[in-house]
């Protein structure tokens, strides 16, 4: 039997109210692990009707998606509590950076300092350079426009570095040994038709995770990137999964729970000689060149 050694160590995870996050939370739980989750449901033009409707239907596209980024943490959190885990949460905006040191205080108090950090929220609006691809519909495609880019870096790149910056500090001041910090970016980070800002903030995730890897790993400090392909967290559509089913050599649409495992490996002992990597998680829907 394989020894994760994952047993009582203190994982923080953004994000993580619903999708991989929250899978991702579950599966460090059932190794022991001491699991504190963040999030934040970002405005939506979706009245609470229409999200409760989209639950209820539980058809894929833009509504589910929302429907699903607004739950709040408490049902994940009573989850994993009455399977035996210890877990905690706070609703946080990391678009402003000041939430961030107060983040890991609370996650210290509640379960201790961060061992593990997983950096998995995100910021995504649809955004094109092609005028003939723009769309009206809610949730549709739209030019680029500076309060959107930069909303786009503030919480998919600048949050992730001061996040791993925060561990850093907090990890050398208690004298920690051994950290680990994984980030989740995207399969389509270097280039994505009608998503341009999310792609381009996303490659600025892989950029800062392999610098770091090469600057902590004198720390004792592993820095790995996980990159999934299409993986139904509600916004795929029932035409584009049979599409992406189609299209993926493993003939299926990722889950959040596909992608978790992964996370979960690169955290373990297993890896502890893995740094500075990204792993595709698609099923094949992109390969390693």
Same mark, same amino acid.
């Given at each position: 039997?394989?020894?994760p050694?994952?047993?009582d160590k203190?994982?923080l995870? !953004? ?5 991989i ?8 739980? /059932? ?6 989750i !963040?999030?934040?449901?970002?405005? !939506?033009?979706y009245? #609470?009707?229409?999200?409760a /409707? ?11 998606y ?7 943490a408490?049902?994940l959190?009573a ?9 905690g ?8 950076? @000041? !939430?961030?040191p107060?983040?890991?205080?609370? &996650?210290a108090?509640e379960?201790?300092? #961060?061992?593990?950090?997983v950096?998995? @929220?995100t910021? &995504? #609006? +649809?955004?094109t350079?092609?005028?003939g ?8 495609i ?22 791993m910056?925060?561990?850093l500090?907090?990890? +050398?001041a ?5 950290g ?6 995207t399969?389509?980070?270097?280039a @994505?038709?009608?998503n ?7 490659h /600025? ?11 902590l790993g ?7 990137? #996980? ?14 999964e049979a ?16 992608v ?10 297993q /890896? ?6 990204? +792993?595709?998680v ?8």
């Amino acid at each position: 039997m394989i020894d994760p050694q994952l047993e009582d160590k203190v994982v923080l995870i !953004t994000g993580a109210n619903h999708g991989i996050g929250a899978a991702t939370a579950r599966a460090f739980a /059932a190794q022991g692990c001491r699991v504190f989750i !963040t999030y934040y449901r970002e405005p !939506t033009d979706y009245a #609470v009707p229409a999200l409760a /409707a989209a639950r209820v239907a539980g058809v894929g596209g833009d509504a589910l998606y929302r429907a699903m980024q607004q739950q709040p943490a408490d049902g994940l959190v009573a989850q994993i509590r009455q399977r035996g885990g210890l877990a905690g949460a706070l609703e946080a905006d990391l678009s402003d950076p @000041h !939430t961030i040191p107060l983040l890991f205080d609370r &996650c210290a108090v509640e379960l201790g300092p #961060v061992d593990i950090l997983v950096n998995n @929220h995100t910021y &995504c #609006v +649809l955004e094109t350079f092609d005028p003939g691809r723009v769309t009206d519909a809610q949730g549709g495609i739209r030019l680029p426009s500076a309060p959107v880019i930069d909303a786009h870096f503030a919480v998919n790149a600048r949050a992730f570095a001061l996040l791993m910056l925060e561990y850093l500090q907090r990890y +050398l001041a208690r004298g920690a040994e051994r950290g680990c910090i994984i980030n989740l970016s995207t399969d389509a980070a270097h280039a @994505h038709v009608a998503n341009v800002s999310y792609a381009a903030s996303k490659h /600025a995730i892989e950029s800062y995770s392999r610098s770091a890897a090469m600057e902590l790993g004198c720390y004792g400090i592993r820095v790995n990137i #996980v990159a999934p392909g299409p993986i139904q967290t509600g916004y795929i559509t029932p035409e584009a999964e049979a599409d992406i089913a189609a299209g993926t050599p493993l003939g299926r649409v990722g889950e959040p729970e596909d992608v978790a495992d992964v996370i979960v490996f690169l955290a373990s002992a297993q /890896a502890s000689w893995m740094t500075g990597q990204l +792993l595709y998680v698609g099923g094949g829907w992109r390969m390693h060149q």
